[in-house]
């Protein structure tokens, strides 16, 4: 039936084919009208509008042959044939290119590329993301997210704990899932606490605003609140065995303490200072596992940096690592003698 359709479309112009071949046209236009989302069709408007311009000159031609042909019988007969004929020929190109694009294959829909940064150091890595987005991540924590992001959204997948500082971007929110709970911003910074191992998920906001979702109710509980926005200083904690989102709001987050930027320089300024001042501004404690390492002598800028950033500078500067372990961060490396 393929191979021979086109000839059964001339005799459908011609008002010669058969009943059934009549039904099958038919359906054939309906299936089309139905289709006419298909954004197959895009690619022929420009070849659909050339055949109706060649219509259009061809009716141009026949009525200039009107207007010098003598009005007798044979003459009209002879114009009226060229015209069904013209009118034919036309419809025939239009629906054959018509036929030609709607039988090609769909283009396969575009394959999306993700990959997974992990951290298995036991420091905290920084990563920055095409979108310019920057993270923070912990410890044995890992984000997986596409090499290149779609039009309109920003998706990644977080397991463990990281620090997000997100490239604002109106038309892209930028979503995050950990399990059960969605967090959706524009342009902010905020932590995620999200160990697989771990009881809940805890998002606590730095800056700007944050959006938590959760999927819904479990295990038939009713759950009252499924959403909660949060501002600066504020935190929600999700329990998972409840499904259930606790609010919480304090002047000082200590979670969110190492990521308050501050600006200190140091002027040959020993490791043992250094430690005490970051000590006291970030509220964390710092130590030195070999005491050499507090001889050493620095000399650097640290403006609107934050903790981790000063402690992968720090640490290269005096030839150093630093690793953590509980809430204490261990500087180690051989130090200088005095």
Same mark, same amino acid.
């Given at each position: 039936m393929k191979n021979?359709?086109?000839?059964?479309?001339?005799?459908y112009l011609a008002r010669t084919c058969t009943p059934e071949e009549r039904a099958m046209v038919d359906?054939?236009?309906?299936?089309?009208?139905?289709?006419?989302?298909?954004?197959?069709?895009?690619?022929?408007?420009?070849?659909? #509008?050339?055949?109706? !311009?060649?219509l259009e000159e061809i009716k141009q031609k026949i009525h200039e042959h009107n207007a010098i042909a003598p009005l007798h019988s044979k003459g009209r007969s002879l114009t009226l044939n060229l015209y069904k004929a013209a009118v034919g020929i036309a419809a025939v190109l239009v629906i054959?290119?018509?036929?030609?694009?709607l039988k090609q294959p769909q283009a396969a829909e575009t394959q999306i590329t993700y990959t997974t940064i992990s951290n298995s150091s036991e420091g905290i890595t920084r990563?920055?993301?095409?979108?310019?987005?920057?993270?923070w991540l912990r410890p044995n924590s890992r984000i997986e997210f596409p090499i290149e992001f779609v039009k309109d959204k920003r998706e990644l997948t977080l397991a463990g704990e990281a620090f997000f500082d997100v490239a604002r971007d109106a038309h892209r929110p930028f979503i995050i899932t950990t399990g059960n709970?969605?967090?959706?911003?524009?342009?902010? #910074?905020?932590?995620? !606490?999200?160990?697989?191992e771990s009881s809940s998920i805890e998002v606590s906001v730095l800056t700007g605003k944050v959006s938590v979702d959760i999927a819904g109710a479990k295990n038939n509980q009713a759950v009252e609140t499924t959403s909660v926005l949060l501002v600066p200083n504020e935190r929600v904690t999700y329990l998972k065995e409840k499904n259930q989102l606790e609010k919480e709001e304090s002047k000082k987050l200590p979670?969110?303490?190492?990521?308050?930027a501050t600006d200190v320089v140091f002027d040959n300024v020993s490791v043992k200072e250094v430690i005490d001042i970051l000590?006291?501004?970030?509220?964390?404690?710092?130590q030195a596992s070999n005491k050499n390492l507090l001889n050493c002598l620095i000399r650097a800028d640290f403006t609107n940096q934050?903790?981790?950033?000063?402690?992968?500078?720090?640490?290269?500067s005096v030839e150093a690592t630093y690793e953590i372990k509980d809430n204490t961060i261990y500087l180690s490396g051989e130090g200088c003698e005095k």
């Open positions: 021979n359709f086109p000839d059964i479309l001339k005799k359906s054939w236009f309906k299936q089309f009208e139905n289709d006419a989302e298909d954004p197959r069709l895009a690619d022929i408007y420009e070849r659909v #509008s050339l055949d109706a !311009k060649m054959g290119v018509l036929v030609f694009y990563h920055e993301l095409v979108d310019g987005t920057l993270i709970v969605t967090t959706k911003v524009l342009g902010t #910074s905020f932590n995620i !606490k999200a160990y697989d979670e969110l303490s190492m990521w308050q000590n006291k501004k970030f509220s964390v404690r710092i934050n903790l981790p950033d000063i402690l992968e500078l720090l640490s290269k």
